[in-house]
């Protein structure tokens, strides 16, 4: 998954410098798409890993509130992009 990320990363710098810019968008969604799979794989092998007994868990208190302004943060700009609105 790392290669297509890289490979596909290459070529929307080659798009850009010979201005394809019909291609960059597709290109870009590849690299989303990846990504967002790469992280589900990962998420996926940690659940794995918890559940074999190989990966301590460290427990520790927060506030929620922060947690929050922090999720919110991060999901306002990816909604925006879509059109959407995070409430």
Do not use: C
């Amino acid at each position: 998954m790392n290669a297509i990320l890289g490979y596909s990363e290459l070529l929307i710098e080659e798009a850009e410098d010979e201005g394809h810019e019909s291609m960059i968008g597709d290109l870009q969604r590849i690299t989303t798409a990846g990504t967002l799979l790469l992280n589900l794989i990962n998420d996926i092998l940690d659940i794995s890993k918890i559940e074999a007994g190989r990966m301590e868990l460290f427990l520790s208190d927060f506030e929620v509130e922060s947690a929050l302004d922090f999720l919110n943060a991060v999901a306002e700009p990816l909604a925006a992009k879509n059109n959407n609105q995070v409430e």
